[in-house]
DNA sequence: TACAGTGTACTAGTAAAATATAACACTAGG
DNA sequence: CCTAGTGTTATATTTTACTAGTACACTGTA
C-alpha cells in the first residue's frame, strides 16, 4: 500500500480500515484480517497495525477477542456516527482551507463543481 | 501558533505563509518577518523555519538576500498558479476522502452546501 | 495434551523531525 | 571600521514513528 509520507502510517491505517466499514467490505461483526496478515498486506510491521487497531479498540469501533481475532462492532449506530464524524471532519478541513486561500463560500461550492465535473470528463 | 502533531510543523508553515499571500497578508515583493522572528512568532527553532524558507525558495514563491531578508515573489503569475495549485490540492483530497466514504458526487456537493449553511446560521 | 492460529507485550535499533546553541556571511548605517 | 540586523550553516541532543525480533497469552481443534 501507498502512504502519504506527511502523515504517520498507523494513522492512515486506521483510514483505510474506517473507509472499508464505511464501504461495506467489512460489515457490522466481520473478523478483520489476522494483525500478522494486515502487517504482510499493507507491508507494515505488526506494532505499526497493533497501534492503528489499539486506537479503533478504545474508539470501540472494533472489538478484540486474544486468540479468535479482531472484530467490527455490532454496534451499527456506533458506525453511522463514526461516517458522520468523519465526513464533517473532512468537511471542515476542505472549507476551513479553502476559506483561508480566500475563497467565498459561493466560490468554494463552484470551485467544487467544476472539479468534478471535469473530473467526470476524464476517467473514473 | 497551534500545530496539527500528525503533519511536520515546516510543512504546516509553509501553508501557513502560503495563506497570508493568499489573503494578501503579504503582498508580492513584501518583505517577511526576519527568520528569527518568525521563529519567536511562530514558537519554532530557527531551524525548522529555515526549512519551511528553504523549499519556498526552491519553488521560487520567495527569494532570499543575505543581509537583508527574505521576500514574495514579484512574479504575480506565479503566485495566481500557487493558488490555483492550492485550491486544487484541497479539492482533490477532500473528494477523494468522502469518495471513499461511499458518497456519490451528488451527495458530496448537498453535504457541503449543507455543512456551509450550517455553519453559516452560527458564527463567522 | 499438542498444536496452529490468533492477539499482546517488550526490548532494541534506525530514521526523521525538531530543538538548542553556536558560528559564519552579508548589508546598511553610523 | 564597527555594529546591529539579516540570512545561512553546522553540530549535538531529544523525541517520535517505525521496524525487527522475540516471547507470552488465549482459543479452538484434533
Known amino acids: 500500500m501507498k502512504f502519504d509520507d506527511k502523515v504517520?502510517?498507523?494513522?492512515?491505517?486506521?483510514?483505510?480500515?474506517?473507509?472499508?466499514?464505511?464501504?461495506?467490505?467489512?460489515?457490522?461483526?466481520?473478523?478483520?484480517?489476522?494483525?500478522?496478515?494486515?502487517?504482510v498486506d499493507l507491508t507494515v510491521n505488526v506494532n505499526t497495525?497493533?497501534?492503528?487497531?489499539?486506537?479503533?479498540?478504545?474508539?470501540?469501533?472494533?472489538?478484540?477477542?486474544?486468540?479468535?481475532?479482531?472484530?467490527v462492532t455490532t454496534e451499527t449506530p456506533r458506525i453511522t456516527q463514526l461516517k458522520e464524524h468523519l465526513i464533517m471532519e473532512q468537511l471542515e478541513r476542505a472549507y476551513e482551507q479553502l476559506h483561508a486561500l480566500n475563497l467565498s463560500d459561493e466560490e468554494i461550492i463552484a470551485s467544487l463543481k467544476q472539479y468534478i465535473a471535469q473530473r467526470g470528463q476524464q476517467d473514473d
Request: hydrophobic residues 35%.
Open 8 to 39: 504517520p502510517i498507523y494513522y492512515q491505517i486506521k483510514n483505510h480500515l474506517y473507509h472499508e466499514m464505511m464501504t461495506g467490505q467489512l460489515a457490522p461483526g466481520e473478523k478483520l484480517p489476522a494483525v500478522r496478515q494486515l502487517a
Open 49 to 71: 497495525v497493533q497501534r492503528a487497531l489499539g486506537e479503533m479498540i478504545t474508539e470501540g469501533i472494533i472489538t478484540s477477542q486474544r486468540g479468535k481475532g479482531n472484530f
